[in-house]
T-cell receptor, first 113, second 112 residues
Framework: ETGVTQSPTHLIKTRGQQVTLRCSSQ?????VSWYQQALGQGPQFIFQ???????GRGNFPPRFSGLQFPNYSSELNVNALELDDSALYLC????????????FGPGTRLTVL | SQQGEEDPQALSIQEGENATMNCSYK?????LQWYRQNSGRGLVHLIL?????REKHSGRLRVTLDTSKKSSSLLITASRAADTASYFC????????????FGQGTRLTINP
């Protein structure tokens, strides 16, 4: 148990729709990072938030956006869903911005039809 | 893009044997980490080795790092059925990049 939770566990959407995924970090962890993991691949970095500000972004289009709240919760929003967005979405929290040990949630499995 | 490349992509051994997985990366790093993932769920941190370290142990795990070859290995000794999982190496960027860059992973199967 990492103390990081994500909801929902599974989600099915259709192409063009919008989705919001949620994450609750460990208390005291000011940094949350989001990753996309396609089937059979390693996780790919989407973006990171530190104290409610975006603090780094991977090679993902602007339709992927996020929010971090003062209560250690965060959201990943994806607009105009595409079939290729089907993946496991993982959030990870850590105390600071240096990429040392990250504590991952169980993930949200998104299927886009 | 993925920096780390794990080798082999899949490994199947008998319970009690040792399992060795390798990881190669491309750029300078501050540290390298290994994570385990069971059945497509969340990743669990196993061990972190810093760029100035050559070897690190944690229980049945032994990790080595060769920065001159930009490679690392993870050895699991006396494997158990519960070790069946995917194993990923992850590197940071020496320039202080915020992200971890993961390889594609090694799928390890321990046969009883």
């Amino acid at each position: 148990e990492t103390g990081v939770t994500q909801s929902p566990t599974h989600l099915i959407k259709t192409r063009g729709q919008q989705v919001t995924l949620r994450c609750s970090s460990q208390s005291g962890h000011n940094t949350v990072s989001w990753y996309q993991q396609a089937l059979g691949q390693g996780p790919q970095f989407i973006f990171q938030y530190y104290r409610e500000e975006e603090n780094g972004r991977g090679n993902f289009p602007p339709r992927f956006s996020g929010l971090q709240f003062p209560n250690y919760s965060s959201e990943l929003n994806v607009n105009a869903l595409e079939l290729d967005d089907s993946a496991l979405y993982l959030c990870a929290s850590s105390p600071g911005v240096v990429p040392d040990t990250q504590y991952f949630g169980p993930g949200t499995r998104l299927t886009v039809l | 893009s993925q920096q780390g490349e794990e080798d082999p992509q899949a490994l199947s051994i008998q319970e009690g044997e040792n399992a060795t997985m390798n990881c190669s990366y491309k750029t300078s790093i501050n540290n390298l980490q290994w994570y385990r993932q069971n059945s497509g769920r969340g990743l669990v941190h196993l061990i972190l080795i810093r760029s100035n370290e050559r070897e690190k142990h944690s229980g049945r795990l032994r990790v080595t790092l060769d920065t001159s070859k930009k490679s690392s290995s993870l050895l699991i000794t006396a494997s158990r059925a519960a070790d069946t999982a995917s194993y990923f190496c992850a590197t940071d960027g020496a320039q202080g990049a915020q992200k971890l860059v993961f390889g594609q992973g090694t799928r390890l199967t321990i046969n009883p």
